[in-house]
């Protein structure tokens, strides 16, 4: 395990772009398992901006998104799949049909979890695997205590992790208190996993995961079994 620490969130961010863009240029073919919420966006805006410039491409690339909350509408601007629009996908040249998020709208979750997974296995695995980490220590959407060998499947949120993305549905709005998400034994095979993290709220969840054994109270400790997985943080996160 690899731990890399940058003077800012932007260098981080930087930092993690550049390794995804260096994959991408070695491997064009590249599966990418990518992250949402608020620590990968500066990542997304760099995609993009390599992008306009020409030195970064997509058209031959495979995405996998971690995770789409349950039982939201895929225009919700809160949905992960709006997200994944408005921060990357229509601004760069990835084909929809090489795109997958889950589908919150799925009838049947649990065959949607088995679906997303086959989907993952047929694509012959997660080359790149970028993530972020909750304040809880999750990653995906799995919680403390999830299972280390878990695959996708129908979640459910924590208080937490409710709390934290509260600020996204509007007073009065029911939140999704369920979420699909890979598993964390899913992410464990990917060959190469980036964790960003950057802030001082993190750095906890970070410290405990860095601590081994592994245990299942801590979701991004189970890193420790992974194959090659590198820490990219900014100083904040890292308490120096
Ligand atoms: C989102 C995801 C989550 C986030 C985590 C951190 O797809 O998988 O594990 O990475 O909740 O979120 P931010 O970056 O908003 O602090």
Redesign the pocket.
Known sequence: MEIVVRPTAEAAATYAHDLLVEHVRRQPTTVLGL??????LPVYARLVQSHRTALFSMQSVTTF???EYYGLGLKHPAS?TAYMSRALFDHVDCPASQRHIPNGLAADAQQEAADYEALIAAAGGIDFML?????NG????NEPGSDFASRTRLVDLTPS?LA?NAPFFADGETQPKQAI?MGIGTILQARRIVVLATGAS?AEAVRQSLEKPAKTAVPASALHLARDVTFVLDQACAGI
């Open positions: 992250p949402t919420g608020a620590t990968p998104n971690l995770d992960y993530l972020g980490i909750g304040r999750h990653i995906g959407f992790t934290a998400s993190k």
